[in-house]
C-alpha cells in the first residue's frame, strides 16, 4: 500500500485482558519496527524484523509483549494480561534496506487503553 | 551512552515569528540525523534528513536544519511560523557505527497563537 496501516486505531482493554495489534508495512520493505509512545515522551524501541527474522527484542518491556511477522509482511504486536502501565501509543514504522539509513515511514499509531 | 536532548519541551510562539527549535546529540561516531513532525491525532512524518554533504539542509513546509558537527547539534529552523505549524516535534538520530535503531529526543511541543 502507499503507506503503513495499523490497526485497531485505538483499543479499550481491561486489565488482565490479552490484545492483538496489527501492523501492514509499506509493501517491498525489508525492515519493520516496533515503537512504544508514553504521553508527552518520543518513542522507545520496542522491536525489530528483518523480513520474517526478528533480529531484536530488547525492547520489550516484558515476556508479556510478543511480536511476530510470519511471512515477513504483515506484523502482530501482542501483549498478554494486559497491566495499565501498557497504556501508550504503540508504533509502527517500516524501512526499505535493512538498517534504516534512509528513515522509516510510521503508521497513525495504535492507541493502547487500559481500564 | 547514546542520547538526544531537545532543549525546550513547549514553544509557544505567535503567527509570523521565527523559530529555532534545538537538538544535541551525544557523540558515537557517524550519525544519520532526522526531525520528525507529528500534528495532533496523526501519525509521525519526516520533516528532513541529513545523510551527508550541505550541513544545512531544506525540508518539508519551509523548515530547515543545519548540522553543526563540533557542537553535535542539529537545529530545526523556521523564518515565520503559522498556525498550521501548531504539532510536536522531535530530532532522532540514527549512530551508523552501532546499530539501525533511531535514537529519539523527548520531543517539543509548538503551540502557535493565531
Known amino acids: 500500500g502507499a503507506g503503513v496501516s495499523q490497526s485497531p486505531r485505538y483499543k479499550v482493554a481491561k486489565r488482565g485482558q490479552d490484545v492483538a495489534l496489527r501492523c501492514d508495512p509499506i509493501s517491498g520493505h525489508v525492515s519493520l519496527f516496533w515503537y512504544q509512545q508514553a504521553l508527552g515522551q518520543g518513542p522507545e524501541f520496542l522491536t525489530y524484523f528483518q523480513n520474517e527474522a526478528q533480529l531484536d527484542k530488547s525492547g520489550l518491556p516484558s515476556d508479556r509483549f510478543f511480536a511476530e511477522r510470519p511471512e515477513g509482511s504483515v506484523s502482530t504486536l501482542k501483549i498478554q494480561r494486559t497491566q495499565q502501565e501498557d497504556s501508550a501509543v504503540y508504533l509502527c514504522a517500516s524501512s526499505l534496506e535493512g538498517t534504516g539509513g534512509y528513515g522509516y515511514t510510521f503508521g497513525s499509531g495504535t492507541r493502547l487503553t487500559v481500564v | 551512552a547514546q542520547s538526544v536532548s531537545q532543549h525546550n519541551h513547549h514553544v509557544i510562539l505567535s503567527e509570523a515569528a521565527s523559530l529555532e527549535l534545538g537538538c544535541n546529540y551525544s557523540y558515537g561516531g557517524t550519525v544519520n540525523l532526522f526531525w520528525y513532525v507529528q500534528y495532533p491525532g496523526q501519525h509521525l512524518q519526516l520533516l528532513l534528513k541529513y545523510f551527508s554533504g550541505d550541513p544545512l539542509v531544506k525540508g518539508i513546509k519551509g523548515f530547515e536544519a543545519e548540522f553543526i558537527k563540533s557542537k553535535f547539534s542539529f537545529n530545526l529552523r523556521k523564518p515565520s511560523v503559522q498556525w498550521s505549524d501548531t504539532a510536536e516535534y522531535f530530532c532522532?538520530?540514527?549512530?551508523?557505527?552501532?546499530?539501525?535503531?533511531?535514537?529519539w529526543g523527548a520531543g517539543t511541543k509548538l503551540i502557535i497563537k493565531p
Open positions: 532522532a538520530v540514527i549512530y551508523l557505527d552501532s546499530n539501525y535503531q533511531l535514537i
